[in-house]
């Protein structure tokens, strides 16, 4: 019985979660209606509010939910056994492919950048997987510079830094990259452009260009 009864919790927490998830990629946390979540995921208003005190609560664990996948997902990738260049290529290519492949996931990233800088939150998968994802990084530049790859003279850690806003930036600040740059991401050939613009900064920027031509 209380196996059945935790197993219809979690159920229901998944559907909240998901309908969540929908209302704020499509209408931002201020202007999502917890009644409109209820609506969508077949449960009262009441029941939502018993699982999260608030809609800001219910907005932080969508996030780390979201967070949690799509870090899970590059951290995951098995990329030690690549040359460091293409393994670069690689982990960049993954990462455009999470948005691309989750429309949603570049709304609630937006959504998110406003909420952690006017919110004290807590601990989250993104602070917990985030070092591991550099470390992963870090191992891979590292990798590059003892093979004579990629210069010596680099903070791994910026680079990836770098890395992430250029991919992030083609959905979440299309605005400036259409303004400035001309291009529109939202097209399929102008982001297949920005993707490699952005590999091929990046390698740029790094390559020891005595030893390795850019691949």
Same mark, same amino acid.
């Given at each position: 019985?209380?196996?059945?009864?935790?197993?219809?919790?979690?159920?229901?927490?998944?559907?909240?979660?998901?309908?969540?998830?929908?209302?704020?990629?499509?209408?931002?946390?201020?202007?999502t209606?917890?009644?409109?979540?209820?609506?969508?995921a077949?449960?009262?208003?009441?029941?939502?509010?018993?699982?999260?005190?608030?809609?800001?609560q219910?907005?932080?664990?969508?996030?780390?939910?979201?967070?949690?996948?799509?870090?899970?997902? *590059?951290?995951?990738?098995?990329?030690?056994?690549i040359?460091?260049?293409?393994?670069l290529?690689?982990?960049?290519?993954?990462?455009?492919?999470?948005?691309?492949?989750?429309?949603?996931?570049?709304?609630?990233?937006t959504?998110?950048?406003?909420?952690?800088?006017?919110?004290?939150?807590?601990?989250n998968?993104?602070?917990?997987l985030?070092?591991?994802?550099?470390?992963?990084?870090?191992?891979?530049i590292e990798?590059?510079?003892?093979?004579?790859?990629?210069?010596?003279?680099?903070?791994?850690?910026?680079?990836?830094?770098?890395?992430?806003?250029m991919?992030?930036?083609?959905?979440?600040?299309?605005?400036?990259?259409?303004? *400035?740059?001309?291009?529109?991401?939202?097209?399929?050939?102008?982001?297949?452009?920005?993707?490699k613009?952005?590999?091929?900064?990046? *390698?740029?920027?790094?390559?020891?260009?005595?030893?390795?031509?850019?691949?």
């Open positions: 019985m209380n196996k059945s009864r935790n197993n219809g919790k979690a159920a229901t927490i998944r559907q909240i979660i998901k309908a969540a998830r929908r209302e704020f990629s499509e209408h931002g946390l201020d202007k209606n917890v009644q409109k979540i209820a609506e969508r077949g449960v009262t208003k009441q029941l939502v509010y018993h699982y999260y005190q608030s809609k800001e219910l907005f932080a664990c969508v996030l780390d939910e979201s967070s949690d996948d799509a870090m899970t997902a *590059l951290t995951g990738l098995e990329l030690d056994h040359r460091p260049t293409e393994a290529r690689l982990m960049l290519s993954h990462m455009f492919d999470l948005y691309q492949d989750d429309p949603e996931l570049a709304s609630l990233a959504e998110g950048i406003r909420f952690h800088d006017s919110h004290t939150t807590p601990r998968r993104f602070v917990d985030g070092p591991v994802l550099t470390k992963k990084m870090r191992s891979i990798r590059g510079i003892a093979s004579g790859e990629f210069t010596t003279d680099l903070n791994p850690d910026l680079v990836f830094t770098t890395a992430s806003l991919v992030s930036g083609a959905f979440t600040n299309r605005y400036v990259i259409e303004t *400035l740059g001309g291009l529109d991401t939202r097209q399929s050939n102008n982001m297949n452009i920005w993707r613009h952005t590999e091929d900064m990046i *390698l740029a920027a790094i390559t020891n260009k005595v030893n390795v031509d850019i691949a």
